[in-house]
């Protein structure tokens, strides 16, 4: 398996899959490459590289904005490949025999070279400006909405160390241009990013990647635990050790192909007011003090291409990073809770306002026991509504799911409101951060549970449907209608426009 060793590669790989179109007329990134994006992103379309985004700097958009793509960049035939590659890792179990020890030696190898490694020197130093040199106006950086305060740059990966471990934390997190030296950073209260931030005195070192290998990029908005490096993560998904090279003017390492590496500190305790932005909640969200990034070195690859993201009312193209961690990290939650079958974050729900998840259940009250345990697990604690549905109930066939709640649920009895922490965008709770919880059981009950015998589903039996399938020609009604056609409906469902 071979994923893109940078940006430019992913880009060649892109236009060899004819998955990008160059645009060689003049936009501007003042709302009008969103309007172009917002459309492209929903009819499915492909990559766009904008070559004259009014600056000297080519934009790249849209890299995320189809399955085939993340496919393509995972070097995968699904996202749920791989999930199975990292599930095979975490639930690994003594070797029994020769061949199973083999095999084991050779997954430990895949963590073992997973890990960043440093060399001497990369691209990203083929331009270095520092001090008075630093302009981030030279980057086509976009203002996505009409309402928004300033230019975002949506797409970075925000470097830091944990000050007392010196772990390395990579995360997503944008960045408001204040001036041409400084930015808000945007660290919501429940991220790595920001505990970091916390824990130090007085400085904090910041490194921005912008223009990496897709599947480093992904990993940067990864909802990883603090001790667990991102870049390792990126590593064993691309199936090679991310390059890193010492940066030139902070005490952090960076990716040695970005094509943009912004170096600088983060003072404890200066803020600025961040926002309005028009987030991924589908609501702008308004003003709030973030702490200030002064940018004291900007490092590039010549002729450096920028990448850009928009997010909005859902969907964008941020629905299938989102989409990519829903389907890696599946095999992840199921080592904690082992009864989840599989899950779907509705992309309309913007991830965290709602969470679809099947279950072998096996005793009374277990899908409240899993309501809990999303409730306490990692960033998913954050979801606001939880349907639990049996097994054999397709979570991402919303139609069935909705069939489910209405048909076995009694309001009463299959209800659960809870309260606790919210996300940080979320703007209907009363309370900023936090807030009620919604349960809701769909799953078969029973006398076990203390209700009337449930009742049976029905469904046809083999016999009558196999005997239709043989005598259909003879009915002369044309092609035979496709016997699961429901899972159509559920991918339509997630593109729906
Ligand atoms: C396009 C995009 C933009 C994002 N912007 C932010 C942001 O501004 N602030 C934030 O806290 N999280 C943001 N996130 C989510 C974080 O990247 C994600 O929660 C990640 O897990 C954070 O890393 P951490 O777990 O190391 O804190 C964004 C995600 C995506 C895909
Ligand atoms: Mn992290």
């Not at 000050?163 to 808000?184: C, F, H, I, S, W």
């Not at 992904?218 to 050790?241: C, I, N, Q, T, W």
């Not at 919880?437 to 009950?445: E, N, P, R, S, V």
Request: hydrophobic letters at 40%.
């Amino acid at each position: 398996m071979t994923t893109p060793r940078d940006l430019r590669d992913w880009i060649a790989l892109l236009e060899r899959e004819g998955e990008l179109v160059r645009v060689g007329a003049e936009v501007d990134p003042h709302l009008e490459i969103t309007e172009i994006v917002d459309r492209m992103v929903k009819a499915g379309g492909p990559a766009l590289l904008f070559e004259r985004p009014k600056s000297e700097h080519p934009l790249l958009i849209n890299q995320f904005g189809t399955e085939r793509r993340m496919c393509l960049a995972f070097g995968a035939e699904s996202l749920d490949d791989v999930g199975r590659r990292l599930g095979e890792v975490l639930e690994m179990q003594p070797p029994q025999g020769l061949a199973e020890k083999v095999r084991g030696l050779k997954k430990l190898k895949s963590i073992a070279d997973s890990q960043p490694k440093t060399v001497r020197s990369g691209p990203v130093h083929d331009v270095v400006l520092l001090d008075d040199e630093v302009d981030l106006r030279r980057l086509p950086i976009q203002t996505c909405w009409p309402g928004d305060a300033a230019p975002f740059i949506t797409l970075p990966a925000v470097i830091t160390k944990d000050p007392r471990t010196g772990g390395r934390n990579v995360g997503m997190y944008r960045l408001q241009v204040l001036d041409e030296k400084t930015t808000a950073m945007h660290w919501q209260i429940h991220k790595d990013g920001r505990a970091d931030y916390l824990m130090t005195d007085g400085k904090l070192e910041v490194a921005v990647a912008l223009g990496l290998d897709p599947v480093t990029a992904y990993a940067a908005s990864a909802p990883l635990p603090k001790h667990v490096d991102e870049l390792m993560l990126a590593g064993f998904l691309r199936g090679e050790a991310v390059e890193l090279v010492r940066a030139r003017t902070v005490d952090l390492e960076v990716p040695a192909n970005a094509e943009i590496v912004l170096e600088g500190y983060i003072a404890k305790d200066e803020l600025a007011e961040e926002g309005p932005f028009g987030d991924h909640t589908g609501y702008y969200t308004p003003p709030e003090p973030f702490p200030v990034f002064h940018v004291t070195a900007m490092t590039m690859r010549r002729d450096a291409i920028y990448p850009s993201i928009v997010v909005g009312k859902p969907p964008q193209e941020d629905a299938w990073l989102g989409k990519a961690t829903e389907r890696i990290f599946l095999p992840a939650i199921r080592t904690s809770v082992p009864e989840i079958v599989d899950y779907d974050l509705p992309v309309a729900g913007a991830f965290h306002n709602c969470c679809i998840v099947s279950i072998r259940k096996a005793y009374p009250g277990h899908a409240q026991k899993v309501m809990h345990a999303i409730w306490g697990l990692g960033l998913l604690s954050l979801t606001k509504a939880v349907v639990v549905v049996d097994e054999w109930v397709d979570v991402h066939d919303y139609e069935d799911v909705f069939f489910r709640v209405g048909a076995n649920v009694d309001p009463k009895r299959d209800v659960l409101i809870s309260e606790g922490p919210l996300d940080h965008l979320d703007h209907a709770p009363t309370l900023q951060f936090y807030g009620g919880k919604l349960g809701i059981d769909a799953t078969h009950k029973g006398p076990t549970e203390g209700t009337r015998e449930w009742p049976e589903e029905i469904e046809m039996s083999d016999e009558v449907r196999r005997l239709v399938d043989e005598r259909w020609e003879e009915y002369g009604l044309g092609a035979i209608p496709e016997a699961n056609g429901r899972r159509g409906a559920s991918l339509r469902q997630l593109l729906r426009r």
